[in-house]
C-alpha cells in the first residue's frame, strides 16, 4: 500500500494523526489570512505562538485561537490531564491551510452606481482556516 504525502491526506486522517482545528467563515479575507498563515507554517508552536501574539493584524488574532484550539485538541487526544504551555515546545505546526468561505453580496447602489463607474456590490469576504499540529519526532515529510 502506498502512503500518501502528509499534505494529501484527508480530513479524516488529518484528524487522527494529530492536534486537528478549523475555523470555517472567519470573516477575514483569505489574502489577509494567506499572510498570517506563511508567517507560522512549519515553526514551532511556541515560536509561531509568540509571533502571533505581537502581530498587529486581526488575522494574528484569530490564528492564534485557532492555534491554541488545535493543541488542545492534541492534548485531550493523546495527554489528557496536562498542561497547555508544558506542551508548547515539543508541538511543531504540520499544515496551515486557508481556503475561501462563502462571500456576502452587499448591493450598495447609492454609494456610486455601476452606470458611473461603481461596483454596486460590496463583497464580504471570509475564510476557513485549518491547523494541524504534530509532535516534533512525528512530523511527516512530504508537505
Known amino acids: ?19 486537528y482545528s478549523s475555523l470555517r467563515r472567519a470573516r477575514i479575507s483569505p489574502k489577509k489570512m494567506k499572510l498570517i ?3 507560522i507554517k512549519g515553526l514551532n508552536v511556541q515560536e509561531a505562538d ?22 488542545a485538541s492534541y492534548r485531550d487526544k493523546f495527554v ?16 496551515v491551510k ?3 468561505g462563502p ?11 455601476a452606470r458611473f463607474g461603481g461596483n454596486g ?3 464580504r469576504r471570509t475564510s476557513h482556516i485549518t491547523v494541524v499540529v504534530l509532535p516534533e519526532n512525528k512530523r511527516k515529510e512530504g508537505n
Not at 509568540?50 to 493543541?71: D, E, H, N, S
Not at 462571500?103 to 452606481?113: D, L, Q, S
Open 103 to 113: 462571500m456576502w453580496k452587499i448591493p450598495k447602489p447609492a454609494v456610486k452606481p
Open 98 to 100: 486557508v481556503d475561501r
Open 80 to 95: 489528557p490531564g496536562s498542561d497547555l504551555d508544558a506542551l508548547y515546545p515539543h508541538l511543531r505546526i504540520a499544515i
Open 121 to 123: 456590490i460590496f463583497r
Open 50 to 71: 509568540y509571533i502571533l501574539q505581537f502581530t498587529p493584524k486581526k488575522g494574528a488574532r484569530i490564528m492564534r485561537k485557532v492555534l491554541r484550539a488545535a493543541v
Open 37 to 39: 498563515a506563511d508567517l
Open 1 to 19: 500500500m502506498r502512503t500518501k504525502p502528509f499534505g494529501q491526506l484527508t480530513k479524516k486522517e488529518w484528524k487522527a494523526a494529530g492536534g
